[in-house]
């Protein structure tokens, strides 16, 4: 089975590509990992005015979706660019009131989220999860712990990350909004969505960190030639190509079982997510390499998206709990 995007599709990633670049998001990013997020909501207007968030949610909530297919498509182009924010999580958030069954709840924040006025985050509270992704600049914190979900009233202080521009901090206490099994049921679901979406997001990091470094290794010369020619470094490169040329089908066949509610989507998603973040993280370590002291420097762009796929192999499903789920009898 081929798994391809039809034009329409197409025409979406490309807009989203040339909106994007003209937005000079690495100044955004350095903004936002210096507290100013400014910038980065301004971006996330110009987002929502794209239709992005009402990809997320239903149509009977002023949304498009749920539509995970273009969703993948939409976190491909923002991981390319590194846009920053809690945009998973706000898209995990419409998921998870989606699933929810409570139409108070879902009607007093689906329509925000749709239209990019509200920027939400959500935090799965266990032991190994404690944090909640840029809950300083979020306008809610949704907050599961059990059979209840609560609304956030604060947060701790910002905690470091591998991430600059990925501020985590505590969510404090809060109004419960729901309790029952309902509540675990739908994070669940919200789970997955984050993790595909992700998935989608670490790919379109990869790509980046792989065209930056072609581009680098064709420039950079050495003994009177490029790198680029060296074998070894073509060896590289190539194996790095084959890595996310791997994933990205990967990823569409997950968006396409989740689209179709596959029962067997959480595994699917869980392979996409595992292997489009090994080709992320693998890229980074190729770009860090092939750039040689130039990778190292914050000062040079490149830095926030090797940070980034890093950080962003452990969210939403370490490689260990997403190989433990694919290989689950």
Not at 4 to 17: G, H, I, K, N, Y
Not at 21 to 50: F, I, K, M
Not at 139 to 150: I, T, W
């Amino acid at each position: 089975m081929r798994f391809l995007l039809d034009d329409e599709q197409q025409v979406f990633a490309r807009s989203l590509d040339g909106m994007l670049a003209a937005a000079g998001t690495p100044a955004v990013v350095r903004a936002w990992a210096a507290g100013d997020t400014a910038p980065g909501r301004a971006l996330w207007s110009r987002l929502a005015e794209a239709g992005v968030f009402a990809l997320a949610v239903p149509e009977q909530h002023d949304g498009l979706g749920p539509l995970p297919v273009e969703l993948g498509v939409a976190f491909t182009e923002m991981g390319r660019h590194a846009v920053p924010g809690p945009l998973v999580e706000t898209v995990a958030v419409a998921a998870f009131l989606d699933r929810l069954g409570d139409d108070a709840v879902a009607a007093a924040w689906l329509p925000a989220i749709a239209s990019g006025k509200t920027a939400a985050s959500l935090c799965l509270l266990c032991e190994s999860s404690p944090y909640a992704l840029d809950a300083h600049a979020a306008d809610a914190v949704f907050v599961v712990e059990g059979d209840a979900v609560r609304l956030a009233a604060a947060a701790g202080p910002v905690q470091p990350s591998a991430d600059p521009a990925r501020r985590l901090a505590r969510p404090l206490g809060g109004t419960v909004l729901a309790r029952g099994p309902e509540v675990a049921v739908a994070a669940a679901h919200a789970a997955d969505v984050a993790a595909l979406v992700t998935a989608a997001q670490t790919l379109g990091l990869g790509r980046t960190l792989l065209a930056r470094t072609v581009e680098h290794a064709r420039q950079r010369i050495q003994f009177g030639v490029a790198i680029g020619s060296f074998q070894s470094v073509k060896h590289r490169l190539a194996d790095t190509l084959i890595a996310l040329e791997f994933a990205r089908p990967l990823v569409h066949a997950a968006a396409v079982a989740l689209a179709a509610h596959d029962p067997a989507s959480g595994r699917e998603i869980a392979a996409a997510k595992v292997t489009a973040c090994e080709a992320a993280c693998a890229a980074a370590r190729t770009a860090l390499q092939i750039h040689g002291a130039l990778g190292y420097t914050e000062e040079f762009d490149l830095s926030l998206w090797i940070r980034k796929a890093r950080a962003l192999r452990s969210a939403w499903g370490t490689p260990a709990a997403c190989r433990a789920r694919v290989l689950a009898p």
